[in-house]
């Protein structure tokens, strides 16, 4: 077990007014916090604080000298409360939403006393955390960056994750089974033809890609825990940035004053293409500092864990400083 630094939240009142006491874990990277210009992490819904490392799960673009640079950033990453890499478990998952988690985050943020960032960013679940943590605090960051996620569960997600839950309570063996319903909606139909080709696995007389799913479905049973994933599940189907009246939408956004850049997957099955392009249409309305960022890809919405190339050149203008002699040639053109 990794080793996590730990922040007590007590008496915390969630916003259907449930009382949590909440052990907060988190690790951080790079340049000690106070010396430099810091960038919080939000994780995926199976993942956690290991940004880095042997486990790191963004070791491609986190690390000295890569986008990320934890030679010139402090990075910090949260643990969800309850996903189980503490060994914390929250059994009381539905009185919880995102929007909890949210605040939870921003009052371990004063807890170090943390003012401002340079940039929150996150993937699918974690990055509809970005959006929650700019509705409820506008001025934090300076860079907003949620990836392969929307600020709302649509019609499509909630179908979904109303099936994930069917599973994790139905099945006798759920987590397992959960986890290959989910692989269907993280990979599309064109990255599983380009990986597998109707191919057979000799060895278990089945085709690859059942052999592919069962392999997935063993690895998150074994690391994961069945009261984990409901709350993660849960807490997927409740992002709102505007508690169900959409038409505030506007006026919330219009005050986020931080870059929002919206990186979509232009395959994503699971957060489509297409409804990140309408916020941004939505967005550009009521703010200037907004861009669209789309990856490219056959992948998915697995394509911000694959495509990590695009992924870079997407945000390098973000994190990489410009040279002087770069900046006068680009005012040039």
Request: charged share 20%.
């Amino acid at each position: 077990m990794t080793n996590l630094n730990k922040l007590n939240i007590l008496n915390f009142n969630s916003f259907n007014g449930t009382i949590f006491d909440i052990e907060l874990t988190y690790e951080i990277f790079g340049l000690p916090i106070g010396d430099a210009p810091i960038v919080l992490v939000n994780h995926a819904l199976t993942g956690n604080s290991t940004l880095v490392g042997e486990n790191g799960w963004w070791n491609p673009i986190i690390g000295k000298e890569k986008l990320i640079d934890t030679e010139k950033y402090s990075v910090l990453a949260f643990n969800f409360p309850g996903n189980g890499y503490d060994g914390v478990l929250i059994e009381n998952y539905k009185d919880l939403i995102l929007r909890d988690i949210a605040k939870v985050f921003l009052i371990g943020l004063d807890k170090l006393n943390i003012k401002s960032l340079f940039a929150i960013i996150g993937g699918s679940i974690g990055g509809g955390l970005v959006w929650e943590m700019a509705a409820l605090a506008p001025d934090l960051a300076k860079n907003l960056i949620p990836v392969a996620c929307d600020w709302k569960s649509s019609d499509w997600l909630l179908a979904n994750t109303r099936l994930q839950h069917q599973i994790l309570n139905n099945s006798s063996n759920p987590v397992h089974d959960a986890r290959i319903h989910a692989m269907l909606c993280y990979r599309s139909p064109k990255s599983f033809d380009k990986k597998f080709d109707r191919s057979i696995n000799e060895g278990l007389n089945i085709f690859n890609i059942e052999s592919w799913l069962l392999h997935h479905g063993k690895k998150l049973q074994k690391r994961f825990q069945l009261s984990s994933y409901k709350l993660m599940n849960h807490l997927l189907s409740t992002i709102d940035i505007t508690s169900g009246e959409e038409k505030k939408f506007s006026e919330i956004v219009s005050k986020i004053k931080g870059n929002l850049y919206i990186v979509s997957v232009d395959s994503d099955l699971f957060f489509t293409d297409y409804h990140n392009r309408n916020t941004f249409y939505k967005v550009c309305k009521v703010k200037d500092n907004v861009f669209y960022c789309p990856i490219k890809s056959v992948h998915g919405h697995d394509a911000f864990l694959i495509e990590f190339d695009q992924l870079k050149e997407l945000l390098s203008d973000i994190f990489v400083e410009k040279k002087p002699w770069l900046l006068r040639s680009l005012q040039k053109v």
